[in-house]
């Protein structure tokens, strides 16, 4: 302890609470416009605690709404990046400011008055994961505080001083030392809820590699990088590109000094995307050689990330390509995506569980399909921060239900000796080896399982360490600085024939 605070008695801030448990507040709320007037309070703060307050209320999601309100406030690039590590590193450390701010205030996070709790957590994240000097993160939260709650003023002073004076490696001590078992420790230090580490175990397991779960759950809490595809195919220079180097993995993938930029600047042939996401287009474009002429299928494609990588694909192959999505808006959203692709690609609007075969243009079914299903999306915790507060393992049952649905449509869809690829960017393993198992014990022995494994490591540029069994590809933010994407290739056999795997 340092600050001359112990564990038995930190001095904590409990005693500068109202008398009524709740430090209601009356006074504006961020946002209104007495908070936009001010000078004491950066503008980066005002915009973070705003996002706090929507994502809270309002169930936002930062990863939309933030770029948004940065725009709004007319932010510097500088401030830009302080407001999203600010809200990003806020959201996701939340479970754990919680605790602190519960052992700082000696009283349950739920007591607090949630628009004081988003201005603490705030504060909590500058004191404890920024370099932020203390006394402008204590005075500019406790300005805010006193905005949203005017006499939370000194409640919130108490608070943050006390958690200023404890080092963030004694916090996470003294948050562990009120829990009982590793999973509960791991979830309280790591900010996860207790069963998203139980599942993220239970994936690793599967594949031998449980000693890495520490990694995994640090790795959910760090901002991803910024990563490109660059279409193949269309011929896009990238000489002139500031900073740009190819990824490790994907023979598409890229980095560059200033990447959102890079891709404005393409026409749509350069486009923001996880390395994760394009192995898994490519795993299903690349599987075996492309014969033209070959029916595509990307049947759950809103936005359309992996359907321009296909777009681009298919165009080189001469495969023709069709989209379906479920969601209007999002249907869109994949129109836009290939927009700088130059195929005709069919974007259709309806439910991918009730294909209409001669609708899609195939009454003899696909070559190839992506089933990229809809899923909890524990893979990819880094990019959408609040995302493991929303999640419930209810949502797990009715995903997997849906997956298996979806599943068997794809597979019906499939023409002989066609090719699914299965992906979810969730490595839950209700939602990857679950149902995988029972999608092919319900198709019997038409179906068979290629070895995915030597697909992936045939397009990637260096070794990946991939473990477990090879009709399967598991990637993880820790290993691999990717989503942790699942991966498997089934096939069609024809006529229910024996086939040789086609990867192998
Ligand atoms: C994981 S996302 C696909 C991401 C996309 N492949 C990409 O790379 O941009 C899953 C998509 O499936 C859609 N979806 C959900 N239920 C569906 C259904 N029954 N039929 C078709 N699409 C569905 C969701 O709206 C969502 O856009």
């Not at 950066?42 to 996002?51: K, T």
């Not at 209320?57 to 999203?84: C, H, K, M, Q, V």
């Not at 849906?402 to 023409?415: M, T, V, Y």
Request: negative net charge; aromatic residues 4%; contains cysteine.
């Amino acid at each position: 302890m340092n600050g001359g605070t112990t564990s038995g008695g930190r001095g904590n801030a409990g005693g500068a609470r109202g008398g009524n448990g709740k430090e209601n507040g009356n006074g504006s709320r961020p946002g209104s416009s007495s908070r936009a007037a001010s000078t004491h309070i950066s503008p980066a703060r005002l915009v973070a605690v705003d996002v706090l307050e929507a994502v809270r209320a309002d169930e936002a999601y930062a990863n939309l709404l933030l770029p948004t309100r940065i725009r709004r406030a007319g932010l510097s690039r500088a401030d830009a990046a302080f407001a999203t590590e600010l809200t990003y590193g806020t959201l996701r450390m939340q479970g754990f400011y919680d605790r602190v701010i519960e052992l700082a205030a000696n009283r349950p996070a739920e007591a607090i008055d949630p628009a004081v709790l988003d201005v603490l957590r705030l504060g909590a994240h500058q004191l404890l994961a920024t370099r932020v000097a203390t006394h402008a993160a204590v005075n500019e939260q406790v300005e805010l505080a006193r905005r949203v709650a005017p006499k939370a003023a000194g409640f919130a002073n108490a608070v943050l001083r006390t958690i200023s004076r404890t080092s963030p490696e004694e916090w996470r001590e003294l948050v562990a030392e009120g829990t009982s078992g590793e999973d509960a420790r791991l979830a309280a230090v790591t900010s996860h809820p207790e069963w998203i580490v139980r599942a993220l175990r239970t994936a690793l397991e599967h594949e031998g590699r449980g000693d890495e779960l520490e990694a995994l759950l640090h790795a959910d809490n760090a901002s991803p990088r910024v990563n490109l595809a660059v279409l193949p195919g269309l011929g896009v220079d990238t000489t002139g590109i500031d900073g740009f180097e190819p990824d490790r993995f994907s023979p598409i993938g890229a980095v560059a000094g200033d990447p959102i930029a890079a891709a404005e600047a393409s026409g749509g042939r350069i486009r923001v995307q996880d390395e994760g996401s394009q192995l898994a287009a490519l795993a299903l474009s690349r599987a075996v050689p492309v014969r033209s002429g070959e029916r595509w299928l990307d049947l759950c494609a809103g936005p359309g990330g992996k359907t321009a990588v296909l777009a681009a694909e298919a165009l080189a192959g001469g495969a023709r390509l069709s989209a379906n999505e479920t969601v209007p808006v999002r249907a869109e959203l994949v129109r836009s995506a290939i927009a700088g692709v130059p195929l005709d690609v069919d974007v259709h609007v309806g439910d991918g569980r009730d294909l209409d075969l001669d609708v899609l243009g195939a009454p003899d079914g696909f070559d190839r399909i992506l089933l990229d299903a809809p899923c909890t999306g524990l893979g990819a915790l880094r990019r959408r921060p609040e995302a493991r507060w929303r999640k419930a393992p209810a949502d797990v049952a009715e995903l997997t239900k849906l997956q298996g649905e979806l599943f068997d449509s794809a597979f019906a869809a499939l023409a002989p000796g066609g090719i699914l690829a299965y992906v979810t960017c969730s490595p839950h393993t209700a939602e990857t080896h679950g149902v995988l198992a029972a999608a092919l014990r319900r198709a019997g022995s038409i179906a068979e399982q290629l070895d995915t494994r030597l697909v992936v490591e045939g397009l990637s540029q260096h070794p990946l360490d991939l473990a477990g069994a090879p009709e399967t590809v598991q990637l993880w933010p820790h290993r691999h600085g990717t989503d942790a994407m699942f991966i498997a290739l089934v096939r069609k056999r024809q006529g229910g024939a024996s086939a040789a795997g086609a990867a192998r």
